[in-house]
């Protein structure tokens, strides 16, 4: 049964996934008696994304836990601002400052191993320029975000990859919801797709209560039960 003093948890996936990565997490907060929502993130760009995640939060009736992954971090340090979200976790992701692109924290590190396996694709723009999506080389997708996740699994997520326009990474953060909001944050201390230091300073910038854990970027899929411990910390923190 749903716990009626418990906040609804909406997952955001982030760039080059979409919600079916949060898909061997999702069993365990529902086994915990957790609501869960996990839409499908846009990823067009930081501002259109984070209004879309706002919409939705500001539709759930009561609190709310903002989960974000990777690029869906800085998704929810953007949409976390909403009034009924009461918390925010980070897994492996960015947690931008006000004003900050990803772009530039990211710049303030070495490259990881992402720079140099990513496509750059145009994509039609009704009425404008066309835009540029960003993906990853197929073949070096499992190496890169999934080294410790089902080979036959990291296979099917390098085809099945949901890019993300260039445009996103140079956008500013108009706030940073972990200001105001308690914050968790997951180092993925094995992470090939954003440089661990990245996510360390984020969350260190940011007070966050932090821990590490020994995985790939998909750390979701490799280690659910101690994402979904964290989340759960994170709802029993404001319950």
Known sequence: MPRTDSPTVVLVHGAFADASSYARVIPELLARGLEVVAPAVPNRSLLGDAAYIASIVR??????????????????????????????????????????????????????????????????????????????????????????????????????????????????????????????????????????????YGYQRAGMTTVEVDSSHLVMLAHPERVAELIDEAVRAVR
């Open 59 to 200: 539709r759930i009736p009561g609190p709310v836990v903002l989960v974000g992954h990777s690029y869906g971090g800085a998704v929810i340090t953007v949409a976390g601002v909403e009034d009924n979200v009461k918390a925010l976790v980070y897994l492996a992701g960015y947690a931008l400052q006000e004003g900050e692109s990803l772009g530039e924290l990211q710049g303030r590190f070495p490259d990881s191993d992402l720079a140099e396996a990513l496509v750059y694709s145009p994509f039609p723009v009704e009425g404008a320029e066309p835009g540029t999506d960003v993906s990853v080389q197929v073949d070096r997708f499992p190496a890169i975000f999934a080294a410790d996740v089902d080979p036959d699994l990291a296979a099917v997520l390098a085809v099945s990859q949901r890019p993300l326009a260039a445009q996103a990474f140079g956008e500013a953060a108009p706030a940073a919801a972990w200001k105001t909001k308690p914050s968790w944050g997951l180092v993925a201390t094995s992470d090939h797709t954003i440089n661990p230091e990245v996510e360390r």
